[in-house]
T-cell receptor
Framework: KAGVTQTPRYLIKTRGQQVTLSCSPI?????VSWYQQTPGQGLQFLFE???????NKGNFPGRFSGRQFSNSRSEMNVSTLELGDSALYLC?????????????FGPGTRLTVT | QKEVEQNSGPLSVPEGAIASLNCTYS??????FFWYRQYSGKSPELIMF????GDKEDGRFTAQLNKASQYVSLLIRDSQPSDSATYLC????????????FGTGTRLQVFP
């Protein structure tokens, strides 16, 4: 089975711009979670989508949003980019997304905001 | 108090030795626990998960869970230089919102 894929792998944006990241889960997985990883804060949960609905949300401002399509592919959008948004953005897919289902990560998108 | 705590390391062990990585968590309601390995510049890779008290073995890896003490550990037997990486402990939490909470990771160095 193919793993989780993310595009693009690298992105450089300017403050104030917006960005859209894409994630394709493992075939058959219906849950997609997004995380932000920075050296200072580690891995932090952004939100989780299941059956095209946001089911859980972390403590991030409303500039961070996402959606999920009927084929379980997911996109994450960050508007009005700030320097502090520079990070590795990871998505993880899971069969059902609840606690007793394992999450598998994609390779990540490294976002640099200048 | 951090929700998932790990010693940042580095933990240095000689090749062939047992590496012991530890993790404590604060949410008593947590039921699912995961260990991820992350090489520098790469994404986390799931290596073990455990849901019941006790030990779970998979090859050279053993996960140990003690819910009463809110403690989970990972043992790596016959450590190899290729095991050198950061190991992330993750705990499924129902507090506030359902989510996987990660520790900051322990960096393991296995020297020849």
């Amino acid at each position: 089975k193919a793993g989780v894929t993310q595009t693009p792998r690298y992105l450089i944006k300017t403050r104030g711009q917006q960005v859209t990241l894409s994630c394709s889960p493992i075939s058959g997985h219906r849950s997609v979670s997004w995380y932000q990883q920075t050296p200072g804060q580690g891995l932090q949960f952004l939100f989780e989508y299941f059956s095209e609905t946001q089911r859980n949300k972390g403590n991030f401002p409303g500039r961070f949003s996402g959606r999920q399509f009927s084929n379980s592919r997911s996109e994450m959008n960050v508007s009005t980019l700030e320097l502090g948004d520079s990070a590795l953005y990871l998505c993880a897919s899971s069969l059902e997304g609840q606690g007793d289902y394992e999450q598998y990560f994609g390779p990540g998108t490294r976002l640099t905001v200048t | 108090q951090k929700e998932v705590e790990q010693n940042s390391g580095p933990l240095s062990v000689p090749e062939g030795a047992i590496a012991s990585l530890n993790c404590t968590y604060s949410d008593r309601g947590s039921q699912s626990f995961f260990w991820y390995r992350q090489y520098s510049g790469k994404s986390p890779e799931l290596i073990m998960f455990i849901y019941s008290n006790g030990d779970k073995e998979d090859g050279r890896f053993t996960a140990q869970l003690n819910k009463a003490s809110q403690y989970v550990s990972l043992l790596i037997r016959d450590s190899q230089p290729s095991d050198s990486a950061t190991y992330l402990c993750a705990v499924w939490s129902f507090y506030n919102t359902d989510k996987l909470i990660f520790g900051t990771g322990t960096r393991l160095q296995v020297f020849p």
